[in-house]
C-alpha cells in the first residue's frame, strides 16, 4: 500500500528552525491528503498542518506564521518546514496519508525545542 516514513526531528534551540519529512512508497502518494499530528507526552494527538491532494492547506492556530506544509509529488515527499521553534512545540510528530477508506501513519520523529 502506502508505507510512509517521516524524518528530520532533532534537537534545535528556542528560534531554530526544523524541516520535517514524510516519504512514501508507491506511486500514488499524490492522491492523498497528508497531515502532520503531534503529540506530546500527556497530552493528545493533535492536527498541526494538512494539505489536500489539490493542495489546500490548514493550519492549526499555534502554528501560523511559523509552519509550511508542502509536497513534492515527483519524490512522494510532504515536509513540513519549522520556524521560529518554540519550547511547545516539543513533540513526536507524526505524518498521516488519508483517502476514503484509507489511512496510514508514519512512525513519528521526535522534535525537542530547548535551551
Known amino acids: 500500500q502506502v508505507p510512509i516514513v517521516e524524518s528530520g526531528g532533532g534537537l534545535v534551540q528556542p528560534g531554530g528552525s526544523l524541516r520535517l519529512s514524510c516519504a512514501a512508497s508507491g506511486s500514488i502518494f499524490s492522491l492523498y491528503a497528508i497531515g502532520w499530528y503531534r503529540q506530546a507526552p500527556g497530552k493528545q494527538r493533535e492536527l498541526v498542518a494538512d494539505m489536500s491532494n489539490g493542495g489546500a492547506t490548514v493550519y492549526v492556530d499555534d502554528v501560523k506564521g511559523r509552519f509550511t506544509i508542502s509536497r513534492d509529488n515527483a519524490k512522494n515527499t510532504v515536509y513540513l518546514q519549522m520556524d521560529s521553534l518554540k519550547p511547545e512545540d516539543t513533540a513526536r510528530y507524526y505524518c498521516?496519508?488519508?483517502?476514503?477508506?484509507?489511512?496510514?501513519w508514519g512512525q513519528g520523529t521526535q522534535v525537542t525545542v530547548s535551551s
Open positions: 498521516r496519508a488519508t483517502r476514503v477508506g484509507l489511512t496510514f
